[in-house]
């Protein structure tokens, strides 16, 4: 029996999906559906109830209780920690999910809706999510708290790039052109792909990306890369999917073009020729 006409109609189209009959009643304000074919089709409706529950329920549950408790107020923002919730439902988010561990939703939904096609009575559905799904929206929230502070930090990480574009776009070139290679050691060479050493680059640093930014700026690329301001960076890298690749394709954009290690040791080898 469902309470809201909204939930009987949208759950209606979930046993349409599956092949049943999407008929139901209404009685002293309640929508009831009555499953007649549930033996020979007990699965289609226990698919019916699963989809259901992941695709609609779910995200409208962590949708209140985003606005509701954690005071959420704006839509924008409650959107960005449900898209985080379902990567980490799907797997997308590896380094999240071992935070809480991994959730075997659709287990833990199917054991429900089993017991509960298998009662003979009336059930109330809203009583169902609350009480029978109740270990489910448990696990959930673990994922909720994960993926609010995500959100928190990848809003601090925004502003941090924001803040860092904002500094290159005020800060004059001292470099037209550089090259780094980014292995151990790290090694910046200049346009004409000479070694820059580390007296010069220190020359060059500006000291106040560290002591205004110390937590999050790197010292060895980023600060280095900041202070000079090219207006061309050329990255060597055979592992591109580096952190801080990502953030250095943040703050410099257009600016930055990476390249295989093996690139640079081409281009070297033909300046050493000449």
């Known amino acids: 029996m469902f309470k809201s006409i909204h939930d009987a109609i949208r759950f209606k189209a979930f046993l349409s999906a599956n092949g049943l009959p999407d008929?139901?009643?209404?009685?002293q304000s309640q929508f009831i559906y009555s499953f007649h074919h549930l033996f020979i089709k007990k699965e289609n409706y226990i698919q019916s109830f699963i989809q259901f529950i992941q695709d609609v329920k779910r995200d409208e549950w962590v949708n209140n209780v985003l606005r509701d408790t954690y005071?959420?107020?704006i839509e924008d923002e409650r959107i960005e920690i449900l898209n985080i919730i379902n990567q980490m439902i799907t797997g997308e988010r590896v380094e999240l999910i071992s935070l809480v561990g991994k959730l075997d939703e659709e287990d833990l939904i199917r054991e429900a809706v089993t017991d509960l096609l298998d009662y003979n009575g009336a059930v109330l559905f809203d009583s169902f999510l609350r009480f029978r799904l109740k270990k489910y929206f448990e696990h959930?929230?673990?994922?909720?708290?994960?993926?609010?502070?995500?959100?928190?930090?990848?809003?601090?990480?925004?502003?941090?790039?924001?803040?860092l574009r904002d500094y290159l776009k005020n800060r004059s070139p001292k470099q037209d052109i550089v090259h780094v290679l980014l292995e151990k050691p790290i090694l910046f060479f200049n346009e004409r792909l000479k070694e820059?050493?580390?007296?010069?680059?220190?020359e060059i640093l500006d000291r106040r990306l560290l002591?205004?930014?110390?937590?999050?700026?790197?010292?060895?690329?980023?600060?280095?890369?900041?202070?000079?301001?090219?207006?061309?960076?050329?990255?060597?890298?055979?592992?591109?999917d580096q952190p801080l690749i990502r953030t250095l394709k943040n703050i410099f954009e257009e600016r930055l073009s990476i390249l295989s290690a093996a690139h640079l040791n081409t281009l070297l080898k033909a300046y050493s020729d000449t």
């Open 23 to 27: 008929s139901f009643t209404e009685r």
């Open 71 to 73: 005071k959420y107020e």
């Open 140 to 163: 959930v929230l673990a994922y909720l708290n994960v993926a609010i502070d995500e959100y928190k930090m990848e809003q601090e990480y925004q502003i941090f790039v924001n803040m």
């Open 196 to 202: 820059m050493g580390k007296n010069e680059i220190k």
């Open 211 to 240: 002591s205004n930014h110390p937590v999050y700026v790197d010292s060895s690329v980023i600060a280095p890369l900041l202070s000079m301001a090219p207006k061309k960076i050329y990255l060597y890298t055979d592992e591109e």
